[in-house]
């Protein structure tokens, strides 16, 4: 094109170095691809586009009608236009970019490297002094010198103390997820002495329950769920062992350094034991398609980008999962960074475990070699090991021969679906003698269950199969079995790992090796596994974790990180409310050896957390978002707690903790959306049914309603801050969820019960085991007025009387009508809400 056609340099004066990273930024950061690449046009990187490739120079300093850039972005004939998709520049901005080549087209600040690079979450952690304050008597430990200073600076009174029964119920659900029994809060309430809040503290800190209320926080984070996702949604039957690990961790309070270690990279640990390798299904989480006809490299290649991209998440609070397929718009996170952690699980493989619970191991012992005998009687009977055999030579003559038997060929694909003892097309290429009884036993269940893809329905039901898997199960569930669990390893065989192209899985750039974003440093290593990778995270050279996690920690106690952000940390995210305290909670989080437990206390004690959340007109235009902290937070409890408190309170919630996930009743319908026939809900029998939430099972493709309603996460990515929603579906999952229900009907009983005769005390008692508190005058009288005519409803309704009264209960109206009071009670904002 001749240089009269180009658009003509800006004419007015500019700030190049603004303009062109705006242009660059929106339009063509992401557009060098394999055409790109390959001409050399790099604008990316700075150094790479000055350097030119296989045709010269791509920007010509001092000379833009010479330079490919102006070239492609003007649409030229005969060279690859750029951007590649999309609406082309403006002549303006052509004109701008022609303007800063001609001035020497300065790179500086356009470099991927250097950008973002100083943003002040990448620095390092410097542990600041102490504040001195002007109200130094209301400091209680230096979290509140930090927060005072602030808002003495912005002339703006901290809040008085909560009332005692505010702060202990306050204190109970966010340590434990369950508000305090009135015995506890009437001992609280009796006591003046000065440690009496520290002493109740310490005692839930210490409660088994603990680690069941910050589990799920956790879990949030790891994406877990109980079921594969995708079309079919397989369910994870030992999913549930992650968690259980989870649980134990956190109740023993084990520094979070090695928290995080063990399940990056547990597996890799010297001598590793069986809970090191359990903590590893932190990665086992991804989601897994078992569709047919799906390419099986693409979802592997999948789940290493999900790890890689969650692990950016959880630990450093950055979205790195943006450089899959182009260098990050905002921070200096390359893509060729991104496949270098990427590297790190690209050698994954993932292992299914004997992982037994105390006192599985004994009667195990005791009745392994008699089960083994009776099922192999059960196998021989229907000819399953000659058939197998047969089975299994086919099969791998179809392995090398794809599409020459296509009758086969659906047979091959379903048993690379095969996960449960490992890899099924790893499992059938090994010898029977070298295979493990676990894998030898998958590989037979899946070969009875699925033998009908390769010989046909009719020929199947000769055979009895069905009849055989059945009584293989109930064999199977009437000895001792050992509980199972999902983990990594490493392969034997390593990977060659390779940036990816655009992102897509199958258009190999160059190859790469395993590493830490550049602008992070870099690990002393020569060749790093996932265990260099999990120690860097937790050391002094990373500046990130640290902070990320006590902002989380910070979140949950407060309502929102001192970053709000806190999934991003990033050039994108918000800026911190308290630079200077979050610093020193994680210089001091670190100093105490990663213990959880210890800065949780940390900010429980302090007089920050103690404040009222009482809304303050003068707040509502100098700081209606409370960043400032003068006040605390009131909220909405999340949907496994909301459930929790009703049982608890009822005195139906099973204080069991750990074990499989449970299946309470759902509305039916539910699990019938799911694909086919594969999601079966068999309703949970006795004290299953009323176990907490964090071990409802969780179905993937169909999610438990009540979680849904009341917004828990969907187990797909890691959620770093749920949302709290306000919607007419969740007023009626309380007012109609047959567990809500159930509840009512037990706290009405519990009432009646418990209670003194008159309709004052129980009322009193009602009020003190749902919002730890007494009723106002003003709320006993409506009450009153509720019940007297709920009564004479009752009276003119005896059919609704039933309704409500438990089956087997004598029909009583003044019973129906506890019970609809005490749905009342249930439905209360203030029951639902943390203080």
């Known amino acids: 094109m001749a240089d009269e056609q180009l658009p003509a340099p800006a004419d007015r004066p500019v700030d190049y170095q603004r303009d062109v990273q705006t242009i660059f930024e929106q339009r063509c950061y992401g557009c060098h691809g394999p055409q790109l690449q390959t001409s050399g046009l790099r604008l990316d990187d700075g150094d790479a586009a000055l350097k030119g490739g296989n045709s010269g120079p791509a920007i010509r300093p001092g000379n833009s009608a010479a330079s490919p850039l102006i070239q492609r972005v003007a649409g030229a004939s005969g060279v690859a236009r750029m951007p590649p998709s999309g609406a082309t520049l403006t002549s303006e901005q052509v004109g701008i970019l022609r303007a800063w080549i001609d001035h020497g087209a300065k790179f500086s600040r356009l470099s991927a490297h250097s950008r973002g690079a100083s943003h002040w979450s990448f620095q390092p952690i410097r542990r600041p002094e102490v504040p001195v304050v002007k109200k130094a008597s209301w400091v209680r430990n230096p979290i509140d010198a930090f927060v005072l200073q602030r808002l003495e600076y912005e002339q703006i009174e901290p809040s008085p103390e909560a009332d005692k029964a505010t702060l202990l119920r306050r204190v109970s659900l966010d340590l434990t997820g369950l508000p305090p029994i ?239 003892g490992g890899d099924g097309e790893k499992i059938i290429h090994q010898k029977p003698g070298e295979r493990t009884q676990r894998e030898q036993d998958a590989l037979t269940t899946h070969f009875i269950r699925n033998y009908h893809f390769a010989i046909g329905d009719d020929k199947y039901k000769e055979l009895k199969f069905k009849e055989l898997d059945k009584e293989l199960t109930a064999l199977q569930r009437s000895y001792p079995q050992l509980t199972q669990a999902q983990t990594v390893s490493e392969s034997l065989t390593p990977r060659l790992s390779y940036v990816r192209l655009r992102g897509n899985y199958k258009d190999l750039g160059a190859e790469v090796t395993p590493g830490t974003p550049v602008f992070l440093g870099s690990l002393p290593e020569s060749k790093p596994t996932r265990l260099d990778l999990a120690r860097w995270i937790v050391s002094n050279r990373n500046p990130l974790t640290a902070r990320v996690a006590v902002n989380r920690f910070w979140q949950e106690l407060f309502g929102q990180g001192m970053v709000r952000t806190s999934e991003d940390f990033g050039t994108q995210g918000d800026h911190p409310t308290h630079p200077e305290l979050l610093d020193w909670l994680a210089s001091q989080f670190m100093r105490d050896g990663w213990s959880i437990k210890r800065i949780q206390k940390l900010m429980v004690m302090s007089a920050t957390y103690r404040q009222s959340s009482a809304i303050r007109p003068d707040l509502q235009t100098k700081d209606p978002g409370n960043a400032l902290l003068a006040r605390q937070a009131r909220l909405r409890l999340p949907a496994e707690l909301i459930r929790d408190e009703a049982l608890a309170v009822s005195g139906l919630l099973s204080p069991k903790v750990g074990g499989p996930s449970v299946k309470p009743f759902q509305p039916a319908g539910v699990a019938e959306l799911g694909y086919g026939d594969f999601v079966k809900w068999e309703e949970s029998r006795g004290e299953d049914r009323y176990r907490r939430g964090l071990y409802i099972h969780y179905q993937r493709a169909t999610p438990y309603p009540l979680l849904v309603n009341f917004d828990a996460p969907h187990g797909d990515v890691p959620v770093c801050r749920r949302l709290r929603s306000d919607t007419p579906l969740q007023a009626l999952n309380l007012l109609n969820d047959p567990v809500f229900l159930e509840a009512a009907q037990a706290l009405a009983r519990r009432v009646s019960q418990e209670g003194q005769r008159s309709f004052a005390s129980r009322l009193r008692y009602a009020y003190q085991l749902t919002l730890d508190r007494d009723p106002a005058p003003d709320e006993q009288e409506r009450l009153h007025d509720f019940f007297q005519k709920q009564k004479n409803i009752f009276k003119q309704e005896p059919t609704s009387v039933k309704a409500l009264i438990p089956p087997g209960t004598h029909a009583q109206t003044d019973q129906a009508a506890w019970v609809a009071l005490s749905s009342v009670l249930l439905n209360l904002d203030e029951f639902i809400t943390r203080e």
């Open 182 to 420: 009135p015995e506890e809060m009437s001992a609280f309430l009796e006591d003046r002495s000065a440690d009496a809040y520290e002493r109740r503290v310490d005692s839930l800190l210490a409660s088994p329950h603990y680690g069941e209320k910050w589990a799920r926080f956790w879990l949030d984070l790891a994406r877990y769920g109980d079921s594969d996702g995708y079309e079919k949604d397989w369910v994870r039957p030992y999913a549930w062992r992650y968690r259980d690990w989870v649980i134990h961790a956190l109740n023993t309070d084990m520094p979070f350094d090695q928290f995080t270690v063990e399940q990056l990279a547990g597996d890799l640990l010297p001598n590793a034991t069986v809970e090191q390798r359990v903590a590893t299904g932190f990665h086992r989480n991804t989601l897994t398609n078992r569709e047919g006809g799906v390419d099986n490299e693409q979802f592997r290649f999948e789940n290493v980008i999900d790890r890689a991209s969650t692990t950016g998440t959880v630990w450093l609070g950055l979205t790195v999962g943006c450089a899959q397929c182009h260098n990050h718009k905002f921070d200096p996170i390359t893509q060729v960074d991104f496949y270098r952690m990427a590297a790190f699980f690209d050698n994954e493989v993932e292992t299914d475990i004997d992982a037994p619970l105390p006192g599985e191991v004994s009667p195990w012992l005791k009745a392994r070699d008699e089960y083994r005998k009776k099922r192999q009687e059960l196998l021989d009977k229907y000819h399953v090991p000659e058939l197998q055999k047969q089975w299994e030579a086919k099969m791998l003559v179809v392995a090398a021969n794809p599409g020459k038997y296509t009758d086969w060929d659906l047979a091959w694909d379903v048993l690379l679906k095969l996960t449960v």
